[in-house]
Structures are given as C-alpha cells and as structure tokens.
C-alpha cells in the first residue's frame, strides 16, 4: 500500500470510529490526493491508484495540470495551483496581495493567499472562488461515483484556508445531478500530517483484528494522537 490519500481515508474513518458508512478523503497540498472507504473496506484499484480526485478533468482545454493533462481540479486547487493563479491575477490586479506578490517578483504560496483571504483581500477572494469551484466540481462527480455520507479534507493547503470546506460544501449541490445528493457532511480532518502514516499503521493491523477490535483499538490509539 503505498499511496497516502488511501491511507490518509483509512486513518480519518476509523477515528470516527466507524460513524460514516463512506468516506471520501480529499488532500490538497502541493497535489490533491483522495481516498475512499466503503463500509470499513478501502477501495485500492490496480497500484493502490483508486480515487485519484486530482486529476478528474472539470474544465476541458483548461489550465495545465502537473499530469500533463488540461482541466484537472488540481490544475485549480492545489497550493502551488492557487499560488500560480494568485501569481497571474495579481499583474491585472492592485490590493495589499496583488502589491506583495509583484514585490517579491511574482512568486506567493497557497499559505499567503489565504492569510490575505482571512483579512477581505480582493485578489485573494478571487483565487479562493477559483479553487473552491474547481474542488466542487471534481467532489460532485466522485458523489456521482462513490455516493459518500462524509466528506474529509486534509492536506497542507486546508492549514490556512478553513473557509474552503464551508464555501465547497456550499457550492456541490448545484453540480450534482438530480438524486445524487443525500445530506453529504463536509468535515476537517481530525489527524494533521501523520495522517497517512496512522493509516498504514491501522491497514496493517486491519488485516490480523476483527473489525470490532480495530476500530476499538484504532479509536482509543488516536483519540490519544488527534
Ligand atoms: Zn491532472
């Protein structure tokens, strides 16, 4: 099991001790991995490569993602992605974000972006309606395929941008089809960075224990941790 998206899903939904029926994961940091737990069993695909959320396409012919590919929801919502697209705003813009970015010679970090969010910057208002629409999109068409009841985000860009979960939770219902959505809960994660890490630790222990003793002992192990 190598990839920490998957990982990351097992880890938030045994600390909910079981409470959600279907979690999908979704980490936004300088990629957006994801990963999917139906009824306690992670859904690994071939190469642990399942619920890859980043690269669901939601602008054909859109901005270039790191895969290569035009439209990805990464290529909109990831931290390098949001810095680059505060980057190239910021030229046609002015405001206390816009005046930073083009003093350090065009460069931001994700971070940045939303410590200008928290105090009303323009710019940065912009940039976050960009991410949180492209997260929207990509989250309605995994509803579509995954039918989750809990929505988790984690991952190094949600450290500053705690107004995302609220604004995408907001934005979804208006791109799912008809039926599709059924009272979906958007949450933080509950475990920081280690996430992944806790999550190969419980998979692993998974394997030998019976559900009922897992999610005892992962409840308990990282009730202490979170
Ligand atoms: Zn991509």
Not at 106 to 131: C, K, P
Not at 149 to 176: C, E, K, Q, R, S
Request: proline fraction near 2%; charged fraction near 20%.
């Amino acid at each position: 099991m190598r990839n920490d998206g998957n990982l990351a899903a097992y880890a938030e939904w045994a600390v909910r001790g079981g409470q959600s029926r279907a979690l999908l994961f979704v980490g936004l940091g300088t990629g957006i991995g994801g990963g999917f737990i139906d009824d306690g069993h992670l859904l690994r695909g071939v190469d642990d490569k399942a619920v890859e959320i980043g690269h669901v396409i939601i602008a054909p012919g859109g901005r270039l993602c790191a895969c290569r590919r035009e439209g990805c929801v990464e290529a909109y919502a990831s931290g390098p992605s949001i810095a680059r697209i505060a980057a190239e705003l910021a030229l046609a813009r002015s405001g206390s974000l816009a005046d930073r970015i083009l003093a350090a010679g065009g460069s931001t970090t994700a971070l940045e972006v939303y410590a200008a969010f928290a105090e009303g910057d323009e710019l940065a208002r912009e940039v976050h309606g960009i991410a949180a629409d492209a997260l929207a999109r990509g989250i309605a068409s995994a509803l579509a395929l995954l039918a989750p009841d809990t929505v988790v985000f984690g991952g190094g860009v949600m450290a500053g941008a705690g107004a995302l979960i609220a604004d995408v939770a907001a934005l979804v219902p208006g791109h799912v089809y008809d039926g599709g959505y059924a009272g979906c809960r958007f949450e933080d994660a509950l475990l920081g960075p280690d996430a992944g890490l806790l999550g190969a630790a419980i998979y692993g222990a998974s394997r030998v224990l019976a559900r009922g003793d897992l999610l005892k002992l992962a409840g308990e192990a990282l009730a202490a941790y979170a």
